[in-house]
């Protein structure tokens, strides 16, 4: 577990991600904006994947093969 602090609203820590392994996300203060992008093929990813977009102020998943955008 590590813990993340931004500066600022606006700095966007982006298109993390892991082929094999979930990751889970909790809020200590405030609340986060997430995007998730579930990546079809890691050699060759289509360009136009859906992004799934939400906030949260909980504990929050990303699953196993997404790249993910996180901002406060």
């Known amino acids: 577990m590590y813990l993340i602090e931004n500066i600022d609203t606006k700095f966007i820590r982006c298109w993390q991600g892991h082929k094999?392994?979930?990751?889970?996300?909790?809020?200590v203060i405030g609340k986060f904006k997430i995007d998730l992008i579930k990546i079809d093929n890691w050699?060759?990813?289509?360009?136009?994947?859906?992004?799934i977009t939400f906030e949260s102020s909980d504990v929050s998943h990303v699953p196993i093969g997404c790249v993910s955008s996180i901002q406060s």
């Open 43 to 51: 050699d060759n990813p289509f360009k136009e994947l859906k992004k």
């Open 20 to 27: 094999k392994q979930q990751r889970w996300l909790s809020t």
